[in-house]
Nanobody, 124 residues
């Protein structure tokens, strides 16, 4: 079992930056894929970014490519999402998630472990 606690959300103006953190605890050893998802009011949860916990290629939704960067610090068991040039349409609750294995999935139901989320609000 893996548990996550997200932090770093907040209210910012368009064009600003935020860095989200996702601290993992519990059974963190093994092969995992990590992902960031977001859910805006009235919308379905959507994939934002993903990577293998051991490193390697990173994957992004088209809507955030070039603006967001996913990374991890193995020593701190922490996943990050650096968000630059934020837009009002980035407003959502952001979740980190994990699934066992090596394939980065983009569908929420492919992930087994979820944090409770952190709110990001971008004003125009």
């Amino acid at each position: 079992q893996v548990q996550f606690v997200e932090s770093g959300g907040g209210l910012v103006q368009a064009g600003a930056s935020l860095r989200l953190s996702c601290a993992a605890s519990g059974r963190t050893s093994g092969s995992y894929v990590m992902g960031w998802f977001r859910q805006a009011p009235g919308k379905e949860r959507e994939f934002v970014a993903g990577m293998r916990w051991t490193g390697g290629s990173t994957y992004y939704a088209d809507s955030v490519k070039g603006r967001f960067t996913i990374s991890r610090d193995n020593a701190k068991n922490t996943l990050y999402l650096q968000m630059n040039s934020l837009k009002p349409e980035d407003t959502a609750v952001y979740y980190c998630a994990a699934r066992a294995g090596n394939i980065v999935g983009v569908i929420p139901r492919q992930y087994d472990y979820w944090g409770k989320g952190t709110q990001v609000t971008v004003s125009s």
